[in-house]
């Protein structure tokens, strides 16, 4: 439906609404997935010619049906919300990709605030919404003259372990409800239930515990499990869904 058209139907129900006595509405314009720009500029329009009704932007209409990582998303559909003058904004989290989506909202409705009073851009507000890049560099950076006197090897690009740990197995999972990472031990391959259950909040925690036990004794496994243990944390931190022995990326 073209813009024009929503703000003249909206309209005629806020008159029946207002001969019925009503006094305080919202209005939502409805944001269209499929139809994002002539939803924003149906509620830039309305708002112009209904300055004092506030404005209501559902933006999980497009989180939830848009396959792409939400934050993004919606930082960008907040920025539209604050150019049109939105004063509120709905948020879901119905499917696994949205989760986050209110945190994520509720940070960037702050940003489009405070660039406002600034009248600046949403950038340098002392909050961001940057998870998974940074702004700036400051990684070392590899500097090849190192290899002139050393000796250089190129590792495989599959390595697996060749013997398993006298000790037993581990078996690794999240557990989100609590925010935790949990490495389950077995004492063989053919357990059926663990033998030891360690829980921990980050990756460190958990296999200083798993030394600290001697529940492993293998050079080769405590790397793995490391790597593992690392690939829970940043699932767990970001959402991203982790299995293990399967890359996060």
Known sequence: RKAEDRISFLEEIMEKAARLGMKRVMADLILEPSNVLESMVAFRDFAFRNPDVPLFVGVSNVTELFDADSVGVNALLALLSSEVNASMLL??????????????????????????????????????????????????????????????????????????????????????NAENIVALHFTSAEADKPSNIIKGKTAETVYAKIVETGLITRLDHAAYLGNELAKAEIGLKTGKEYIQDHELF
């Open 91 to 176: 948020a879901t989290e119905k499917s696994s990709k949205a989760k986050g989506t209110v945190r994520e909202e509720a940070v960037a409705a702050k940003m489009m605030f405070l660039a406002k009073r600034r009248g600046s851009v949403p950038k340098d507000l002392g909050i961001d919404l940057l998870i998974l890049k940074d702004k700036r560099k400051h990684e070392e950076e590899y500097d090849k003259t190192l290899e002139e006197d050393a000796h250089v090897t190129m590792a495989k690009e599959e390595a697996e372990l060749s013997t398993l740990d006298r000790q037993g197995i581990f078996r690794i999972i999240v557990d989100r």
